[in-house]
């Protein structure tokens, strides 16, 4: 099963919003609704942010949105904030496995 | 609060052994599928093993299968990972995750353990 497909880097300024798109198949992002989102700082442990496709876990900044059409999901940051600097990753359930992740993003606040 | 600590991370020769150990606290541990995720350095996530709260559904990824064994003693809360045969591509920080009950997402994160497969 090959790694779900991601931009290496994505930048802003602060107070921008940036998109992370996430491309799978149908075997994948397309045939499950079943997408999630992990933050990674550096050093730190991951941390999910977005499950089912679109939800938000309770605690979660609603700076976080998500969105999916066909075989591309996406992550949507607003209001961006240094603390927002991290490795993002998808992730879907597939076919094969119960869990693809994505090749990851890194997120760059300038 | 929702505490995943691993332990067992070494330096361990190609071919060797190991075993990681993974002691959950603040949820009931024999309610939850657990996971084993790993990160190799300057690498991404992979998704290593999975086990259900009862022990008997287990799935690993083609990349382990035939040399890791997942575990899980519930009266201890506690997961293990049994690792064989490693090699030098098995060098990672090995994450133990709690899934979601409510659907496939992985939770709670532990910190992780770092495993070094090197001659």
């Known amino acids: 099963q090959s790694a779900l497909t991601q931009p290496a880097s994505v930048s802003g300024s602060p107070g921008q919003s940036i998109t992370i798109s996430c491309t799978g198949t149908?075997?994948?992002?397309?045939?499950?609704?079943?997408v999630s989102w992990y933050q990674h700082p550096p050093g730190k442990a991951p941390k999910l942010i977005i499950y089912?496709?679109?939800k938000r876990p309770s605690g979660v900044s609603n700076r976080f949105s998500a969105s999916k059409s066909g075989n591309t999901a996406s992550l949507t940051i607003s209001g961006l904030q240094t603390e927002d600097e991290a490795d993002y990753y998808c992730?879907?359930?597939?076919?094969?496995?119960?869990?693809?992740f994505g090749s990851g993003t890194k997120v760059t606040v300038l | 609060e929702v505490q995943l600590v691993e332990s067992g991370g070494d330096l361990v020769h190609p071919g060797g052994s190991l075993r990681l150990s993974c002691a959950a606290s603040?949820?009931?541990?024999?309610?939850?599928?657990m996971i084993w995720v790993r990160q190799a350095p300057g690498k991404g996530l992979e998704w290593v093993s999975k086990m259900n709260g009862s022990g008997n559904r287990i799935y690993y990824a083609d990349s382990v299968k035939g040399r890791f064994t997942i575990s899980r003693d519930n009266s201890k809360s506690t997961l293990s990972l049994q690792m064989n045969s490693l090699r030098v591509d098995d060098t990672a920080i090995y994450y133990c995750?709690?899934?979601?009950?409510?659907?496939?997402?992985?939770?709670?994160w532990g910190q992780g353990t770092l495993v070094t497969v090197s001659s």
């Open positions: 603040g949820f009931t541990f024999s309610s939850y599928v």
């Open positions: 992730c879907s359930f597939a076919e094969s496995s119960p869990y693809v």
């Open positions: 995750v709690k899934e979601v009950s409510y659907g496939l997402a992985l939770e709670y």
């Open positions: 089912d496709d679109t």
């Open positions: 149908g075997s994948d992002v397309g045939g499950y609704n079943f």
